[in-house]
């Protein structure tokens, strides 16, 4: 005598044209009798999707989970009855790993719009502003869990699939984090104190992140930086103005560090108070900006919505000087007359002269 589940469930592949719509079983059919049939809700890691049921297809709501959890070929589905027609899901990849639906998503190279970077050749450094051996990538809600999973690609060209170690991270204010490299199901992420990490440098769904390899030993050390614009980012903060007083010969200059805005967008925003005093604030033209490997570059000066300064040339400065998020510079304006010629100092730029002159 056979006897009838308490919970039934069924399996269900995912296939090509799964977004439209998901066929129940018609074996499983004989357990939903006594049930309206006209929806159901799909339960997974406490919410709720109402998902209409049209014969024995789910239908309209259907294409909102899926994307939701980001389902691909190839995954496999549980579903179980808990009565009155709502199902708990749970998730399977390709490994047959059974994770939570943050662990379960496409590769991040594809589904997480990553980026990443092996370590370049000596002429391919002075196009890329990022040394090492880095990869980027956006921050997803199940970031918010306490742990960020490692593009497997990038994992592997940096032997670190099937690794369990301890992992320094250093932020952008050069605070020191302990964290952890860890493998499960195939897949490598950063556990330990990632939420600790992630509230102190206040990241949020959507922002984009990149972490950058310093050392790759027994506990490797990694550089974060936090690329995505922010209003806080929008000027430089903490900037050191100085404006000369009657009978000083010093030039006016400012000195701040690259922040994440002028890496991601083309521009490079001035302090107000130095773009007043010095009678920029208005002003839309051509300026001349000179390295200290006494290149000189033509910018474009204009306004950005409320901030002001280099909105034109910018990219190309930057990029042939290396220069990266946290770098400090000095910017010293030469002369105001038609067209302003300033002169940007920085480290980077004098290491970039060095190694062009041998």
Not at 76 to 81: A, G, I, N, Q
Not at 137 to 163: D, H, M, Q, S, W
Request: net charge positive; proline share 5%.
């Amino acid at each position: 005598m056979k006897v009838r589940p308490v919970k039934p469930h069924f399996f269900k592949p995912i296939q090509p044209g799964f977004k439209h719509a998901l066929k129940i079983p018609v074996g499983f059919l004989k357990y939903l009798k006594g049930y309206k049939k006209e929806h159901a809700i799909l339960r997974k890691d406490g919410k709720k999707w109402l998902v209409k049921v049209n014969g024995y297809q789910l239908e309209e709501g259907w294409g909102k989970f899926a994307e939701e959890h980001d389902l691909q070929l190839g995954d496999m589905l549980v579903f179980r009855h808990e009565g009155n027609m709502e199902f708990e899901v749970t998730i399977f990849d390709s490994s047959h790993c059974d994770r939570e639906y943050a662990e379960y998503m496409l590769d991040e190279e594809e589904a997480n719009n990553v980026e990443f970077k092996d370590k370049p050749s000596a002429e391919a450094d002075t196009h890329n502003p990022f040394g090492q051996s880095h990869f980027l990538c956006t921050v997803r809600p199940y970031c918010l869990k306490g742990y960020l999973c490692i593009p497997t690609r990038f994992a592997a060209e940096n032997g670190l699939t099937n690794k369990n170690c301890g992992l320094i991270i250093r932020d952008e204010r050069q605070r020191s984090w302990n964290l952890r490299l860890y493998t499960s199901c195939s897949r490598v992420y950063i556990g330990g104190i990632w939420g600790e990490f992630r509230v102190a440098n206040d990241l949020k769904v959507g922002d984009r992140i990149m972490f950058e390899i310093v050392t790759n030993g027994e506990k490797p050390i990694w550089k974060f930086h936090d690329i995505s614009i922010k209003p806080s980012d929008m000027i430089p903060l903490n900037a050191q103005v100085s404006t000369p007083t009657s009978g000083d010969n010093d030039l006016p200059y400012f000195i701040s560090t690259i922040k994440p805005y002028s890496i991601k967008k083309s521009v490079l925003y001035f302090p107000l108070d130095f773009a007043k005093s010095n009678g920029l604030i208005n002003r839309k033209c051509e300026m001349i900006l000179k390295d200290e490997a006494q290149r000189s570059w033509s910018v474009w000066l204009g306004r950005d919505a409320h901030h002001f300064g280099i909105i034109r040339g910018w990219t190309k400065f930057r990029a042939a000087n290396c220069l990266q998020v946290g770098d400090v510079y000095k910017f010293e304006l030469i002369t105001n007359a038609k067209i302003p010629i300033a002169y940007f100092r920085c480290k980077c730029s004098s290491k970039v002269a060095k190694r062009e002159d041998h």
